[in-house]
Structures are given as C-alpha cells and as structure tokens.
C-alpha cells in the first residue's frame, strides 16, 4: 500500500515558537494532501485541504495565519504552527490522495506536538 | 446533531466473540462510507470501505442502510489483536473529505 511519513514523530516546544511538521507521501504523488487535529479521546478533526501548487483550503474555525500549509511539490506538504501555545498541544496527522472523489487516504503516522 | 456518531464503548468481550458496532450518519447524501482502525497513539488504518450490498473481508462484515443512515461493523471470532478504537467514517459528498466519528474502543480478553 502507499506510504506516507511525518517529521518529526513528536516534539516539545516553549511556549510562542514556531513548529513545522512534514508528511511526505513515499511510494506516489499526492494531489492532494490533509491535515488533521486529534484530541485525546476526540474524533480526527480536518483542519485544512491542501492541493499541490495552491493555496489551502482551511475548515471553518482554524486560523490560516496560526496553521500554515505549503503543498509545493506533489510529495511533500508542510504544516507550521506558527506561535504555538498549550492549547496547540495535539496529535497532528496528515493524509495524502491520488485526488479525485472517493479517494482512499492514506494516513502519516502522526506528531505529537505537546506546548510548554 | 453531530455528523457522524458512534457508541465511544468500550466494549469488552471475550476471545471468540462476535461484536457488532453501529455508526449513524447526518448527512443523506453521503456517498461513500468507511470503517478505520486506530490502535492507541497511532495514525488510523482503513480496516473496509462499506458498500451498499454489504461486504465481507475474513471475520469482518460491513451493511449500509441509506434509508437508516446507519452503518453497522460485525467481527466475529474476536481477537486479542483486534483491540482497538473503530473508526466509522464517511465521505459527505463533494470532494474527497472525509468526516470522522469518535471511534468504539473494543477491548478482547483472554
């Protein structure tokens, strides 16, 4: 099956620094990509569509200019974290897709960022 | 009304059980359906798409019922190695965006 990865698998990070987080699809090129949030014992929450060579698309309550997203080439998507507080601490996943409806998403294994 | 719900469980059974979760969908018009696993701390995996005929795959069985908008999971002759959060999910039309309900925890006893 197709493969995706995250960098890094989980980070600590002060209070009011800047986080980026990388998934990368290994095997296959992703149109498009997606972000998402999970809280502990909460269901995955889409955060943002990202298409590669776009702007992306954010879900309505996510702030674009906290949680920026570049999607430069068909392999790699970014997701920064800019300013990041405790209340950003959250297990961050990302998925990739060939594009198209009703494609499968494969899934990165996820950061988990926690917010000192 | 959330989009997607799910019973959050858990659901303990023995080894050899047969368990079956439900899942209700908001949105009628939702056309493709999902069943993921996640196992703690992990990323989600899909475990079956569901489809309108209903679908086996091994000891899983998935039913879509559009006039209920519900979508059910059987496992039979559970497993230790089934244990895990079921991830019902469902794609709402218009894209390939897929909603996500809060998962059943199952846990399999010896």
């Known amino acids: 099956g197709a493969v995706v990865s995250q960098h890094p698998s989980r980070v600590i990070c002060k209070s009011g620094t800047s986080v980026k987080i990388e998934c990368r699809s290994l095997d296959f090129q992703a149109t498009t990509m997606f972000w998402y949030r999970q809280f502990p014992k909460q269901s995955l929450m889409l955060m943002a569509t990202s298409n590669e060579g776009s702007k992306a698309t954010y879900e309505q309550g996510v702030e674009k200019d906290k949680f920026l997203i570049n999607h430069a080439s068909l392999t790699l998507s970014t997701l920064t974290v800019t300013s990041a507080h405790p209340e950003d601490s959250s297990f961050y996943i990302c998925?990739?897709?060939?594009?198209?409806?009703?494609?499968?998403?494969?899934f990165g294994p996820g950061t988990r960022l926690l917010v000192l | 009304r959330k989009e997607v719900e799910q019973d959050p469980g858990p659901f303990n059974v023995p080894e050899g059980a047969t368990v079956a979760f439900n899942c209700t969908y908001s949105?009628?018009?939702?056309?493709?359906f999902f069943w993921y696993r996640q196992d703690c701390r992990k990323e989600p995996k899909l475990l079956m798409s569901?489809?309108?005929s209903g679908n086996e795959d091994g000891r899983f069985t998935a039913q879509l019922n559009r006039a209920s908008q519900y979508i059910s999971l059987l496992i039979r002759d559970s497993k230790l190695s089934d244990s895990a959060t079921y991830l019902c999910v469902v794609n709402p039309g218009g894209g390939n965006k897929l909603t996500f309900g809060t998962g059943t925890q199952l846990k399999v006893e010896l």
């Open positions: 569901v489809y309108s």
């Open positions: 949105n009628s018009a939702s056309q493709s």
């Open positions: 998925s990739a897709s060939t594009g198209g409806n009703q494609e499968t998403q494969y």
